[in-house]
């Protein structure tokens, strides 16, 4: 296998040891190929290229980066071609690929939305200052504490150190809530506990019901995606569960890569009540009759994948996961994959990209998810609130889920709401609050209201005639806006929105693949543009006509919505002519 190898490079013992956590002992079957339907093509894959990423973890944590040794023995073990590893290995931005030198963790300091406002740039020259290895971070998912930072371990585990401190979310304790009324109740690493407070209730109600009336159920409440997309849900599992009943083998996943500047809710969610996402992933397993469930997670969230794996390993040891799952027949099990910065793996199939061992560049649709998904099999895929708001659906029935929202956007949603409000956090609320109520929730406005961005980077800025806005789906489209994730990031006339904009298209600018030339070249002169601060006429034209091009021709949402934040700013005078 000479030609195997990348370089002469060879690993050391130190990398082959980390490795073999991962993959185990070497072993002949790994170098067994097969054939999988991809795309609606033929595909050769290598039977455990998934554990690549995985892989890439052991070597990184080991020494602070991928040396060439250390990936030639990874390429070697999986059979993974070594230009298609390096370029994996690359894609990442918590993956390094040259020696860094020095042996210290690294401190990665986020730079977006909440974060730019509340001294992040300041946070950084004060921990150069100080000899620490930093590194300037898109948006790490902690938006309510900002300025925000996360620690990539070296030989040890990672972590956040805000998480070491005492934290508590403003409605937690509230029984009244939906999705965080366990939150500060029930212990996030104790399986007993979560049954106490009403836990597994919902799964035992579905079996009740079985497949067919679970999915009518599903489908009935009108649930929809609250990842951003507003797909319903029933109509994903149904599919897949059709695919399912003509002998296919399928798989659910919980897209928890939430990577959106300004977004946090699933990393409250799931670091204080994991326990409901592995009981509504086995609901969504047993509905759609899928063998394997995946939970893909930020590589920034150590203490929630912490606290799901102890969550998975104790439901597998109760008898809830494995082979005769819940003693009815059904195989089911759940494996946790960690992302590893890259803000396009939230996009469905960049998402399967990465799991599988591949770059995670989106591919072209048709076909489907619900029908070449994950492993070119059936797949149906959903955003972790999405799933949670299964169980109480399930425990107090279609009519009352149905009491609070509206017709079309029924239940409640999560807001992420940071910036400049007098409460930052993760709050719960009825679909059809106003825009001026929920700020109220949040203790109100710090300063004088300037702008809301909402939606996140990929949504667009409101101003205060906005506040009577009702925040449904068909209430934000009507005006022009959007929910997205939940994001509800507020700006005073202090803040600095020309700096924001124009960190908002250089975020865009990184996080573009590059694979649609639009997109990868759309981006990069969006930013040069507004970095410019050079906003004529002619230069607004030119990013509507750059902005239109990306939506036409990019083959994933992040070129379809890049220029959504900017044009909105354009157009409330927020950036432009003497701003």
Partial sequence: MADLYISSDVASEGEMAAVAVVLGPDDDALVVEHERVVRGGTRRRHARRNLLLPALHALQNHAGWISPGGLNHVCE???????????VATFYDLFRTTDPGNREAVTHVCVDGACQMSGANELLAELEAGGARVHASPCLGQCERAPATFVQGLAGPDLVPADSLPYTIPQQGDASLRLLRRIGVVDPTDIDSYRHNGGFAALERARELGPTELVQLVTDSGLSGRGGAAFPTGVKWAAVRAEVDTGRSAHVVANADESEPGTFKDRVLIENDPFSLVEALLIAGYATGATHGWIYIR???????????????????????????????????????????????????????????????????????TTHGLFGEPTAINNPETLVNVLHLLTSGISEYRTQGTERSPATKLFCLSGAVLTPGLYEAPFGITLGELLEMAGGV??????????????????????????????TQKRGT????????????????VAAVSRIAEFFRDESCGQCVPCRIGTQRQHEIVGAGVLDAKHIGLIDEMAAAMRDASICGLGHTASNAVQSAIRLGLIGAGK
Avoid at 447 to 475: K, P, Q, Y
């Fill in 446 to 475: 710090r300063g004088d209201l300037r702008a809301v961005l909402m939606g996140g980077a990929a949504g667009s800025f409101v101003d205060r005639s906005f506040l009577d806005m009702a925040l449904t789906l068909e209430d």
């Fill in 299 to 369: 590589g920034e969230y150590p203490l929630a994948t912490a606290r799901l794996e102890k969550a998975v390993a104790e439901a597998r040891t109760g008898g809830l996961l494995g082979a005769n799952a819940l003693g009815e027949g059904h195989n089911f099990d759940i494996t946790i994959r960690r992302g590893a910065g890259a803000y396009v793996c939230g996009e469905e199939t960049a998402l399967f990209n990465s799991i599988e061992g591949f770059r995670g560049e989106p591919r072209n649709k048709p076909p489907f998810p």
């Fill in 482 to 497: 959007t929910l997205g994730s939940g994001v509800v990031m507020v700006f005073n006339t202090e803040d600095d929105i």
């Fill in 77 to 87: 073990r999986l059979q993974v071609p070594p230009a298609e590893a390096y370029g």
